[in-house]
Structures are given as structure tokens and as C-alpha cells.
């Protein structure tokens, strides 16, 4: 019996849809660079910036390149913005940080399908973050205030990656915004994170962060109501009062907005 090989040419319309499907990835590339670069950027009470490396633990593995290229940008910009007039320095262990938790992620690749990534990312988060601050904290006169703040921002790593890996689970899932149910907190949470990373982003003295604060409370109290409404207001008040420490008035008028 002769073996054959028939080419079968393909449609306009399949090549149509592959080439549609190769552009929203690339898209997808793009957009977890532009995330990544805003939440390494993003940094709270002008001290601790443990975003970037919640998001490199938590990331889909596909877009885990991308997720790191833009966190380790955003964060070598913050460092610097520190140095040349910010009133606290941010060291570049954060982007020691993310490359760590990257290496690895990449180096247990065979193992991630099988991991959780809600119990993986919390542990990767705290840990990837906590050796470099102690490795900084070692090469200057050690200080207490400085390890329990080390701690501190580890502790904020896990929390973020966790409930940010959660909130990308059901997502992935199907789950629509409205008819998440214990997730939806995770998802508010995870909002925060851009709240705090964009409240500084100001243009012609209107904040993105605080803009979509207001957006963030404004959902959660159409699906929720008045309950979910001040919570989201609790929480969103928090952010934005942190990323502009100490000015902290604004955590009362969101929640008393999101109760109204």
C-alpha cells in the first residue's frame, strides 16, 4: 500500500479567523506588559511596592514573560523616580524580586499544571520577595524597624498574589462579574491594586486611580447593594488613601459614597 499526502488548502474565513486569533494574542502579550508596568510602578505609604512580584506569582504561565518584562520596568522606574526626589528610596530589590519568582516559575514548569496556583502564588509572592529585602537588609546596619517592615511587604505579597490568582481563576472559569459570589471580594481586591498603582497618575488634576475607585464602588454597589457598596468604598477609600499617604480623609467618602 503507497502512502499519500494530500494537501488540503484552507479557506478565507479559517485563515481570516487564525489571523485574528494570532493578533488578540499578541494583544494579550501587550496588555499583561502595560499591567505589569503599572503595578510595579505602583507602591504604597512611599515605602513598599510589593505588586510587581504578586503579579509575576500569580500571572497565567503563558503570559508570565510578559507580566515580567513590564513589572521589572515599572519598577526599575520607580527606583529612580526615588532616587532623583522621592521622599523614601526604593531599592531595586524589587526587580530582583520579580526575576527570581520568574526563574522560578520557569524552572518548575513541568509542575505548575498540577500545583494550585491560589496555594503556589502566595508562597512564591512571600518568599521571592523576602530574600532579596533580606539580602538588602544585610549588606546595610541592620534595623528592627526595617525587618518587620521586610516582613510586612512579604506578608502583602502573599495576600495580593493569592486573592489576584483567584480572581484570574474564576474569570478563567467563565464566571462573569456578576454572578461571581465569594470571588467577587477577591476581584475588588485585586482592583485596589490598580487603584493604588494609578492613583499617583494624574492628568490635568484628574487621577486615573481615583476614577476608577469610583467605578470599582459604583458596581459593586449595583450588584450588591448597599452592603457590597460601603465595603467596596472601604476598601477603594483604603487604597487610595494609601498611595497618597498621609492624606487619609478620602477612606471615609468613599465608603459613605458607597453606602448612599
Known amino acids: 500500500m503507497k502512502s499519500r499526502t494530500d494537501f488540503v488548502s484552507i479557506g478565507w474565513m479559517d485563515q481570516l479567523r487564525q489571523a485574528m486569533y494570532n493578533q488578540i494574542k499578541a494583544m494579550g502579550a501587550l496588555l499583561w506588559v502595560l499591567l505589569g508596568f503599572t503595578v510595579g510602578l505602583g507602591n504604597m505609604m512611599m515605602e513598599i511596592s510589593p505588586f510587581g512580584a504578586a503579579l509575576c506569582a500569580a500571572a497565567p504561565f503563558r503570559y508570565l514573560p510578559a507580566a515580567a518584562l513590564g513589572s521589572a520596568a515599572g519598577s526599575l522606574l520607580l527606583s529612580n523616580l526615588a ?41 512564591l509572592a512571600f518568599f521571592g520577595l ?3 529585602s533580606v539580602a ?3 549588606a546595610q546596619s541592620f534595623s528592627g524597624y526595617k525587618l518587620v517592615m521586610a516582613l510586612a511587604e512579604a506578608t502583602m505579597a502573599a495576600a495580593c498574589a493569592y486573592f489576584l490568582a483567584r480572581g484570574l481563576k474564576a474569570f478563567s472559569l467563565g464566571q462573569g462579574l456578576f454572578t461571581l459570589t465569594r470571588d467577587f471580594i477577591s476581584v475588588v481586591l485585586t482592583a ?14 484628574i487621577s486615573l486611580g481615583r476614577l476608577l475607585a469610583a467605578l470599582a464602588v459604583l458596581l459593586c454597589a449595583l450588584a450588591g447593594g448597599e452592603r457590597w457598596g460601603a465595603i467596596s468604598g472601604i476598601v477603594c477609600g483604603t487604597a ?19 453606602l448612599a
Open 130 to 132: 523576602l530574600l532579596p
Open 136 to 138: 538588602s537588609l544585610l
Open 192 to 205: 485596589s491594586m490598580l487603584i493604588v498603582s494609578l492613583s499617583n497618575v494624574t492628568f490635568d488634576g
Open 240 to 258: 487610595v488613601g494609601v498611595a497618597l499617604f498621609p492624606k487619609m480623609q478620602l477612606i471615609g467618602i468613599y465608603a459613605l459614597a458607597g
Open 83 to 123: 532616587e532623583l526626589g522621592g521622599a523614601h528610596t526604593l531599592t531595586i530589590k524589587y526587580t530582583a524580586a520579580i526575576l527570581l519568582i520568574t526563574l522560578a516559575r520557569r524552572t518548575a514548569a513541568h509542575s505548575e499544571s498540577t500545583m494550585q496556583r491560589t496555594t503556589a502564588a502566595p508562597l
